[in-house]
């Protein structure tokens, strides 16, 4: 059996580099992972699931030999350089997900595999470069989160001892003691009928309860949440930088790429001019004695 040539192989590397840069193809993708929600959601309905599980079954099986074929088609993008694409964190999720749904559902992981087959509709995340900057941003403002939450504990239990000190005998459900009082505050927190166990606590003590309530709500709810979304903001403004960079180098390269390739056609045509130019002067001139 013959083996392909290097042409045929540069062949092959080209033409799935471009399959999996064109839109058509980022687009069969995203309609594949939105067949496969949309085929998860049906499975929960057990009547409409049996009535035609036949539809399913294909539709299922076209989901797969999609995601199949990206695979495919990357790893063969990258040449002879196949590892690379194991580089990349989000292709590493898509293909941990589709070798989990390669495998059978009747194995003992079962649970798992039902699992991964609904989880097929996160690579939505993968698919969606968009989608990547906001997951991205969330994971770089973990750290600086940490110091939120940290001074957001802070508050919430010097506000739990004070509202224990307060408010116990009045609303001993809500205040009685320290971890009701934490759970109360979790409650104003999200402004959940917040105005309710304000009005119990208030005709005990109204100058106290209202200093607490607001100045709890306006710490807690308006600073801490401006806090986090200012912080998730600016990871997204660094991560969307970074893109940017990136996009800038990839086509300052590809620029380079071309204008040599462009200086190499134009050496060609003049070696083929000087080419032609040599025949000819050798018929004209014709053999030596």
């Not at 045929?8 to 064109?22: A, F, G, H, Y």
């Not at 600073?223 to 970074?242: K, Q, R, Y």
Request: aromatic share 8%.
């Amino acid at each position: 059996m013959r083996r392909p040539s290097a042409a045929c192989i540069r062949i092959m590397i080209t033409l799935s580099q471009n399959i999996v840069r064109s839109r058509w193809f980022k687009g069969l993708v995203v309609g594949a992972i939105l067949l496969a929600g949309a085929i998860a959601g049906a499975e929960t309905d057990r009547a409409f699931a049996e009535a035609h599980a036949g539809w399913l079954r294909l539709a299922d099986a076209a989901v797969l030999a999609t995601f199949v074929a990206e695979i495919g088609l990357k790893l063969l993008a990258h040449g002879r350089k196949p590892w690379l694409y194991f580089t990349d964190a989000w292709n590493v999720f898509d293909f941990v997900i589709v070798a989990a749904c390669l495998m059978p559902l009747e194995s003992s992981l079962a649970g798992v595999l039902r699992l991964a087959r609904v989880l097929r509709v996160l690579r939505l995340v993968s698919a969606l470069p968009r989608l990547q900057l906001l997951i991205g941003a969330l994971f770089r403002s973990i750290g600086a989160m940490g110091y939120v939450c940290i001074l957001l504990a802070l508050v919430y239990y010097v506000y739990a001892v004070a509202g224990v000190e307060f408010f116990a005998t009045a609303a001993p459900q809500s205040f009685g003691s320290l971890s009701a009082a934490l759970l109360t505050l979790s409650q104003i927190m999200t402004l959940d009928n917040w105005s309710e166990l304000y009005a119990s606590v208030q005709l005990h003590k109204p100058i106290a309860a209202a200093v607490y309530f607001f100045s709890f709500i306006l710490i807690g709810t308006m600073i801490m949440l401006n806090l986090f979304i200012g912080i998730v903001m600016n990871s997204m403004t660094e991560v969307h930088a970074e893109l940017e960079q990136r996009e800038r180098v990839r086509s300052g390269s590809r620029d380079s790429r071309e204008d040599e390739l462009r200086a190499l056609a134009a050496e060609l045509r003049l070696l083929s001019v000087r080419m032609e130019a040599l025949r000819e002067r050798s018929l004209r001139d014709g053999p030596r004695a």
